[in-house]
């Protein structure tokens, strides 16, 4: 069992990685190359569009876990291979098409990947987030690196390392071994699709995350360029304050693990959703890149409460064979939101400036806040193999 714990935490450790050293820095090498914030925005909206546009398929192909691996097998794969192409073009047309394919075949991979490793943390008593907290880790240093690795090697150096990191990650889900619904398929619980579908506590949870984690990820798709090209940091800047928040998000998993575990996810919730609000107000009103430097940790924290809570609530509103399509269908509605915040938000930017955008993000958020605080999701199934062994 140690053995398969370690090939879960190696299997996050280097596709986040890989992950790391591409996406943070996507938006900064897009406008390194010309192209303008508004279309940027859209290039972002495309990801989130086709998401919307393929999910219901990825979720029917999801039907179970051996069709599940064989899925993250083949997209990691792709990833890789496509992150590559991205070095080897030029112009806005080409890179809105092949981050249109990164979407189209590879977008549902976390969700695939959480709802996977959730599973195997169910069936083996151990607690989610002791495995995703090496995803966090993996960035925390790969962060750190990418900065310096862009002035003295330049970004296509970085990208290359990046999809490599992915197609590692693809071997590294071959060495995983079966999990126990695999190897008793007959017997295995299928997934309730329409049971999900009919469980009110999960709606109440959907909206919850669409609009705080859609203002975030909104926020955050823009985050790079406000930092370099409006505060005027530079890249290994950049880099290091990507890996100081996320260490700050490492930190707060690691206490949660051990502190955590009597607190209830809906109190951890309202402190995430509180602090992400913060976070944004903060940018809107102040203009010191040292101060927003040290605001943005609050990020890392939130974020850390969030990732430690979010799973567990989840496998306490559906049944546990329902995780993965609920993750799904969750991050159908999510793509909606950010598909339209990053194209809107695009065009926003250049008119209004990025402290109106901060600005009404924070409200959104706190529409989220309101739902977690009046409409929470009332505990439906105790899915509790989550505890804090390891």
Not at 29 to 42: M, N, P, R
Request: aromatic residues 14%; hydrophobic residues 55%; glycine residues 6%.
């Amino acid at each position: 069992m140690i053995k398969e714990t370690f090939k879960f935490k190696l299997f996050y450790f280097i596709r986040y990685f890989g992950d790391a050293l591409f996406y943070p820095f996507m938006s900064l090498y897009f406008i390194s190359k010309g192209v303008t914030e508004a279309e940027l925005g859209l290039i972002l909206a495309i990801t989130p569009i086709a998401t919307i546009l393929v999910n219901p398929v990825w979720n029917f192909l999801a039907r179970d876990m051996r069709a599940i691996r064989v899925i993250l097998k083949v997209m990691t794969l792709i990833e890789g291979i496509l992150i590559i192409v991205v070095t080897q073009i030029s112009g806005f047309e080409l890179y809105a098409l092949v981050i249109c394919l990164i979407a189209m075949l590879c977008s549902p991979f976390i969700s695939i990947q959480d709802g996977f490793t959730a599973t195997f943390a169910n069936q083996n008593n151990i607690e989610y987030t002791s495995i995703r907290i090496h995803a966090s880790i993996a960035y925390v240093v790969a962060s750190a690196i990418a900065g310096l690795v862009i002035v003295y090697l330049g970004y296509t150096v970085l990208f290359v390392v990046a999809g490599m990191m992915f197609i590692l990650t693809m071997l590294i889900a071959f060495w995983i071994k079966p999990l126990k619904d695999e190897l008793q398929r007959q017997n295995a619980p299928q997934r309730d699709i329409k049971a999900l579908l009919r469980n009110r506590e999960f709606y109440k949870y959907l909206i919850f995350y669409t609009l705080m984690v859609g203002a975030v990820r909104v926020g955050d798709s823009f985050f790079g360029v406000y930092m370099t090209g409006v505060k005027g940091l530079d890249a290994t800047q950049y880099g290091f304050l990507y890996a100081a928040f996320i260490l700050a998000e490492v930190i707060v998993i690691r206490v949660l693990i051990n502190k955590g575990q009597l607190i209830s996810e809906r109190k951890l919730m309202i402190i995430s959703a509180l602090l992400f609000a913060l976070r944004f107000v903060a940018y809107s009103f102040i203009d010191d890149s040292v101060a927003l430097s040290v605001i943005t940790i609050l990020r890392g924290i939130a974020w850390g409460i969030f990732l430690f809570a979010n799973i567990r609530y989840i496998m306490k509103i559906v049944k546990v064979e329902n995780v993965t399509p609920a993750i799904m269908i969750i991050t159908l509605l999510f793509s909606v939101f950010t598909a339209v915040g990053n194209f809107l938000f695009g065009r926003f930017v250049n008119n209004m400036g990025y402290s109106w955008l901060y600005l009404i993000l924070a409200g959104i958020i706190g529409l989220g806040f309101v739902v977690i605080l009046v409409l929470s999701p009332k505990i439906t199934y105790e899915n509790d193999a989550i505890s804090s062994n390891e």
